[in-house]
């Protein structure tokens, strides 16, 4: 596989899953939280949320990213 292509595979799988992370995060903060808050409240969090908590996910993606790619290589030079 190229450089090219594996750089591009691996940016989309950063991609993919911090996406998935924080569409899950959202549903739950619906659900549990922006019921008991009024409307001032939520439109103060609303770009914390994403100043913080997004990128947090894609920084995490990154890491189980690395993570993995490094248990792969040493689960192939011990077998």
Do not use: G, H, T, W
Request: charged share 15%.
């Amino acid at each position: 596989m190229s450089k090219a292509k594996s750089y591009l595979l691996n940016i989309s799988l950063i991609l993919v899953s911090a996406f998935a992370n924080f569409m899950l995060f959202l549903e739950a903060y619906k659900k549990l939280s922006i019921p008991f808050m009024n409307e001032e409240q939520r439109v103060e969090n609303a770009p914390l949320l994403f100043i913080y908590v997004l990128p947090s996910f894609i920084f995490l993606s990154v890491i189980v990213l690395f993570l993995y790619k490094k248990l792969l290589k040493n689960q192939k030079n011990n077998a």
